[in-house]
């Protein structure tokens, strides 16, 4: 199937050793060029044993920022907190000496969908004053097509997708928790993307997102632009 020319390398067979030697070379140049370096990565499962992979990497780890593309709102010690999976998986080690911004401050249990805008201000403060263009973003893929916390037909979602003006929204009702998402503006605004996933229905979506950019597949987004490079690492 010939796909669209745009900005995206495919690379089979990738393992999490080969993804995060990428992003540790992407790292490094980005140092050794501006003095510093940004690394925004996601959630999930998929991408813990390349954090656990990067944070071996030698390099100048207190030059780095580390932050989220997303967040679910719970408190940092939630088993479900991307916050604490960056700390327990990615900020060991050598990688501790990272700056790390989470998305939002510690927040308590009794948030309420008012204060859940708060967050977004919190949000783009943190992030905002960061030397953008971030210099890599690590993306993972669900099998709906959604990236980040870019959930189609989520509230807040269709803002995600198309505002220009700021970095991140909220998409508040997605169970069980609501989250916190850069918009898809923010990721392409990155230098660099790596996408990473694996399995059958992952491939499967990954394809049919390949075709064409669709607003129900948020990754073909990603995938179907030419503004931004994408390698996608197909485990
Ligand atoms: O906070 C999150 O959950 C991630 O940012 C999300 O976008 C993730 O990348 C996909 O849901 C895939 O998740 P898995 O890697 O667990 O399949």
């Not at 393992?15 to 050794?32: E, K, M, Q, V, Y």
């Not at 010690?77 to 989470?102: E, I, K, M, Y």
Request: charged share 15%; no cysteine.
């Amino acid at each position: 199937m010939d796909m669209p020319s745009s900005a995206v390398s495919e690379i089979p067979n990738a393992t999490s050793a080969a993804i995060a030697a990428h992003i540790a070379n992407a790292l490094r140049a980005a140092i050794a060029e501006r003095g510093q370096a940004s690394l925004a990565v996601s959630g999930g499962k998929s991408p813990i044993p390349v954090f656990e992979a990067l944070r071996g990497q030698v390099l100048d780890w207190s030059r780095v920022t580390v932050v989220l593309v997303d967040e679910r709102v719970v408190p940092h010690g939630h088993a479900d907190s991307n916050t604490g999976l960056v700390q327990r998986h990615l900020l060991q080690g050598a990688a501790a000496q990272a700056r790390f911004l989470p998305f939002f401050g510690e927040i308590t249990p009794q948030l309420t969908a008012v204060v859940l805008d708060t967050l977004v201000d919190d949000a783009t403060a943190r992030i905002d004053p960061l030397p953008w263009p971030l210099d890599v973003a690590l993306l993972g893929m669900g099998e709906d097509g959604h990236t980040a916390s870019l959930f189609p037909g989520a509230a807040g979602f269709a803002r995600a997708m198309a505002t220009d003006e700021q970095l991140a929204w909220v998409v508040s009702d997605t169970a069980p928790h609501a989250r916190l998402t850069f918009t898809l503006h923010a990721l392409l605004s990155a230098r660099e993307l790596l996408l990473a996933l694996a399995g059958e229905a992952k491939y499967a979506v990954y394809r049919r997102a390949r075709e064409q950019a669709d607003v129900a597949l948020p990754v073909s987004l990603v995938l179907n632009q030419d503004r931004t490079p994408v390698s996608v690492w197909l485990g």
